[in-house]
């Protein structure tokens, strides 16, 4: 993985190499190996390397022709492409993957898009026609950021370098910060930062380099056009060839690769099916809390380790360690971060790059195979609403009550949540009941005060979240729920996934998110894939019998539990909570109910939100907006 920024200005205004420098060292974790730089003129490109393929000859920026490239990602099927290319006519002088998305964009342009496989952002300048290329992987794995005004537009792989330019102002956006509250993301392009935007999953822009106009084009989008004329067993097939195929081409490196294991489904069987192409054990990285069975999941871990003939190895962090990750992890994340996992997944990370440079984890999973224990609890209102009313709200019952009941042992665990769910709003629409599912700012408005309480906009929110969720290829509800958790919950946990494997300059890769294998889910009708409502019903069918019995068979998946709500009853924890959150700075901020804050270091739910959020909050304003990080 690498890091890289692009600094353009109007003609006649040069760039400064000293300050593009600079503005990339931010960034130095992302890319230790190498660096170079390009200015010509009002243009510049500086990167960072981390270098995993073709570790001599592939410095950048990369120069082809009138073309210009920085580059951050794999592309996985690089080797196939390159054949092509030389049939084509393409001469190489390397043996990277930088210069074959190179040559493809010279024969083809932006049509070179759609044929790569891979996680990847670029910035590509290309002087014949007086244009800059910036693009984004297809569902978001490597982040690119822009901030554009009349004078000068800048790109960067990470907020805090184009922070460090001197004319960019760190200012908090209100209506993002409504969406924090909500999903604790940000909807769409914007960011917590007001004047920077996100380049979206399957999006490119293209600039001119005279004027710095933008637009913006979408290369791909998720199809939800349902598949009805092939069979369960072609799709069992289709998955099953596609998830081998993509593991194998992702298990491609020049240095040592491993694997993220919880003991959870995607996990195992990305490290099942790892192991087969490693050549030498595999090595596979869990993390685990001591505070009780309830945040261990070991066992599943240490089981398909065994299946796997892999070397396992476990990290347990601790509430101190906690501490003193937090702050250097809120510089590392740009935004608050979408959940407590990024602490235990920094953890992790930390253990793997002691023994590899490349890690594969099973992200994606869920968005993908309808693994989020909230299906289930949507599936069995919309059973009930559908027999009670005797309706057919999607046009067919993809869910029966019948069919549903012997998967209601998922929901053991979440009887708490069912409560709250059903407590208002029983058999509304479906765009606000899955909003009410995924709202997490319910109890967090008695945390808030000043200005912000005051200016709390609830409906403006939900009509961001229905321009999301009303997508038009979407009928049925399991395929809106999907279809939003894959454009913009999965870009949330992925920011994670980027941010704590890159604090450690590790390459984080997610071989279940394959653009092919996305398309032939999101096609499939939705009573096959959600059978009876049962998560990943058809990742089990396609491969289960690839992965241990106990691990397959497991309906208590926890999802990387954090003790937050113990560690903040006592210690070191609740010291740190104190000292953020009820600081000199919180207090002049005027944005907290600070009794309210203070009650809830003893009151907070187990794997409840609201102190996490406050947490992140704070500390992200402390870092960014009151002493702006230059450097970190």
Known sequence: MCGLVGWFQRPGNPIDPVLLARMAAQMRHRGPDDEGQWVEGSAGLHHLRLSVIDLETGHQPMEAGPAVLAYNGEIYNYLELREELRREGAVFRTSSDTEVLLQ????????????????????????SRGKVLAARDYFGVKPLYFHATPERVIFASEIKAILHHPAVEARCDLEALQDYWTFQFVLHEETLFAGIRKVLPGQYLEMDLQDLSITTHRYWDPCFQVDRHHTEEYFRERIRETLLESVRLQMRSDVPVGTYLSGGVDSSLVTVLAARHAGEPLKTFTGAFSEGEEFDET????????????????????????????????WHMDEPAAGP???????????????????????????????????????????LKGSIHETLEEGEHIVTLKSILPNLPFLRQ?????????????????????????????????????????????????????????????????????HFDLVAGLPALLHVEDRVSMAHSLESRVPLLDRRLVDLVAAMPPAMKFRGAEPKYALRMAVGD???????????????????????RRGPVRDFFRDVLLSRAARQRGMWNLPAIEALLDREQAFGRRLWGALNLELWFQTFLDTPARGG
């Open 299 to 330: 066992p599943y871990a240490e089981a398909v380790a065994r299946e796997a003939g892999a070397r396992s190895f476990v990290v347990r962090p601790t509430e101190q360690e906690f501490v003193e990750a937090m702050p250097r992890l809120t």
């Open 546 to 568: 690839l992965i241990p019995e106990v691990v397959r068979r497991r309906k208590d998946k926890k999802g990387f539990p954090v003790p937050l709500h113990l560690w903040a």
């Open 414 to 482: 979440y009887v708490p949540m069912l409560q709250e769910f059903w407590s208002r709003g029983l058999f509304d629409d479906m765009d606000r009941r899955y909003f009410r599912l995924l709202d997490r700012s319910g109890g967090t408005m008695d945390l808030l005060a000043g200005d912000i309480l005051a200016s709390w906009q609830p409906e403006g929110t939900f009509a961001r979240f229905q321009k999301v969720f009303h997508h038009p290829d979407t009928r049925s509800y399991i395929n809106k729920m999907t």
């Open 104 to 127: 493809g964009y010279l024969r083809h342009g932006v049509a070179i898009l759609p044929r790569l496989n891979g996680m990847f952002a670029f910035v590509l300048v290309d002087r």
């Open 341 to 383: 996992g990024l602490f235990p997944q920094w953890a992790t990370a930390r253990l793997a790059r002691q023994q590899v440079t490349v890690a594969l984890g099973g992200q994606g999973g869920d968005e993908i195979f309808n693994g989020y224990i909230r299906y289930v609890v949507a599936y069995l209102e919309q059973a």
